[in-house]
Nanobody, 122 residues
Framework: VQLQASGGGLVQPGDSLRLSCVSS????????IAWFRQAPGKEREEVAC????????YYKDSVEGRFTISRNNAKRTAYLQMNSLKPEDSAVYYC????????????????WGQGTQVTVSS
Protein backbone atom coordinates (compact mmCIF):
# COMPACT_ATOMS: atom_id res chain seq x y z
CA VAL A 1 0.00 0.00 0.00
CA GLN A 2 1.27 3.47 -0.85
CA LEU A 3 0.85 6.09 1.83
CA GLN A 4 0.89 9.87 1.52
CA ALA A 5 1.29 11.92 4.67
CA SER A 6 0.40 15.58 4.89
CA GLY A 7 -0.75 18.28 7.28
CA GLY A 8 2.47 19.38 8.90
CA GLY A 9 3.42 22.98 9.40
CA LEU A 10 4.78 25.67 11.67
CA VAL A 11 2.66 26.35 14.73
CA GLN A 12 3.01 27.96 18.12
CA PRO A 13 3.10 26.09 21.42
CA GLY A 14 -0.40 25.17 22.48
CA ASP A 15 -1.73 25.04 18.93
CA SER A 16 -3.23 22.03 17.18
CA LEU A 17 -2.52 20.24 13.93
CA ARG A 18 -4.11 17.29 12.20
CA LEU A 19 -1.92 15.05 10.11
CA SER A 20 -3.44 12.92 7.38
CA CYS A 21 -2.20 9.69 5.83
CA VAL A 22 -3.96 8.68 2.63
CA SER A 23 -3.71 5.17 1.21
CA SER A 24 -3.73 4.68 -2.52
CA UNK A 25 -5.08 1.44 -3.85
CA UNK A 26 -5.99 -0.35 -0.63
CA UNK A 27 -8.46 0.22 2.14
CA UNK A 28 -6.96 0.60 5.58
CA UNK A 29 -9.54 -1.57 7.32
CA UNK A 30 -7.18 -4.50 7.67
CA UNK A 31 -4.07 -2.55 8.49
CA UNK A 32 -2.57 -1.41 11.73
CA ILE A 33 -1.63 2.23 11.30
CA ALA A 34 1.07 4.03 13.21
CA TRP A 35 2.60 7.46 13.33
CA PHE A 36 6.31 7.80 13.96
CA ARG A 37 8.43 10.89 14.31
CA GLN A 38 12.09 11.70 14.03
CA ALA A 39 13.73 14.85 15.29
CA PRO A 40 17.20 15.95 14.14
CA GLY A 41 19.89 13.89 15.84
CA LYS A 42 17.39 11.56 17.44
CA GLU A 43 16.12 8.09 16.67
CA ARG A 44 12.74 7.56 15.09
CA GLU A 45 10.07 6.86 17.67
CA GLU A 46 6.57 5.55 17.53
CA VAL A 47 4.05 8.03 18.89
CA ALA A 48 0.72 6.38 18.19
CA CYS A 49 -0.74 3.19 16.78
CA UNK A 50 -4.20 1.95 15.83
CA UNK A 51 -4.67 -1.80 15.63
CA UNK A 52 -6.33 -3.49 12.68
CA UNK A 53 -8.37 -5.97 14.68
CA UNK A 54 -10.13 -4.13 17.45
CA UNK A 55 -9.05 -0.53 16.93
CA UNK A 56 -7.10 -0.67 20.14
CA UNK A 57 -4.56 2.11 20.44
CA TYR A 58 -1.10 2.78 21.76
CA TYR A 59 0.34 6.18 22.59
CA LYS A 60 3.77 7.21 23.64
CA ASP A 61 3.61 8.50 27.20
CA SER A 62 4.60 12.03 26.29
CA VAL A 63 1.68 12.42 23.84
CA GLU A 64 -0.99 10.50 25.76
CA GLY A 65 -4.00 12.73 26.24
CA ARG A 66 -2.85 15.24 23.62
CA PHE A 67 -2.70 13.16 20.45
CA THR A 68 -5.46 11.04 18.97
CA ILE A 69 -5.06 8.52 16.17
CA SER A 70 -8.05 7.57 14.05
CA ARG A 71 -9.01 6.41 10.60
CA ASN A 72 -11.81 6.82 8.10
CA ASN A 73 -11.97 3.61 6.12
CA ALA A 74 -14.27 5.04 3.46
CA LYS A 75 -11.72 7.77 2.76
CA ARG A 76 -8.78 5.40 3.11
CA THR A 77 -7.27 7.94 5.42
CA ALA A 78 -5.71 7.81 8.86
CA TYR A 79 -5.28 10.85 11.05
CA LEU A 80 -3.21 12.08 13.92
CA GLN A 81 -4.90 14.89 15.78
CA MET A 82 -2.29 16.75 17.80
CA ASN A 83 -3.41 19.19 20.45
CA SER A 84 -1.50 21.29 22.97
CA LEU A 85 1.62 21.03 20.88
CA LYS A 86 4.96 21.56 22.53
CA PRO A 87 8.34 22.48 21.05
CA GLU A 88 9.55 18.97 21.82
CA ASP A 89 6.91 17.64 19.42
CA SER A 90 8.84 19.19 16.54
CA ALA A 91 9.94 16.48 14.14
CA VAL A 92 9.31 14.88 10.79
CA TYR A 93 6.23 12.71 11.17
CA TYR A 94 5.74 9.51 9.20
CA CYS A 95 2.76 7.23 8.85
CA UNK A 96 3.22 3.48 8.48
CA UNK A 97 1.01 0.45 7.99
CA UNK A 98 1.14 -3.31 8.39
CA UNK A 99 -1.59 -5.68 7.28
CA UNK A 100 -3.48 -7.57 9.97
CA UNK A 101 -1.28 -5.86 12.50
CA UNK A 102 -1.55 -5.13 16.19
CA UNK A 103 0.05 -2.35 18.12
CA UNK A 104 1.53 -4.40 20.90
CA UNK A 105 3.87 -6.18 20.91
CA UNK A 106 5.54 -3.81 18.44
CA UNK A 107 6.61 -5.21 15.11
CA UNK A 108 7.96 -4.07 11.76
CA UNK A 109 5.83 -1.99 9.44
CA UNK A 110 5.81 -2.86 5.76
CA UNK A 111 4.54 0.34 4.24
CA TRP A 112 5.70 3.87 4.90
CA GLY A 113 4.67 7.29 3.77
CA GLN A 114 7.00 10.18 3.19
CA GLY A 115 7.45 12.51 6.12
CA THR A 116 5.68 15.73 6.93
CA GLN A 117 7.46 18.37 8.98
CA VAL A 118 5.94 19.62 12.20
CA THR A 119 7.61 22.60 13.84
CA VAL A 120 6.37 24.00 17.12
CA SER A 121 7.99 27.31 17.93
CA SER A 122 7.11 30.69 19.32
Amino acid sequence: VQLQASGGGLVQPGDSLRLSCVSSGFALDYYAIAWFRQAPGKEREEVACLSSYDDSTYYKDSVEGRFTISRNNAKRTAYLQMNSLKPEDSAVYYCAAKVFGVCRPPGPYTDWGQGTQVTVSS
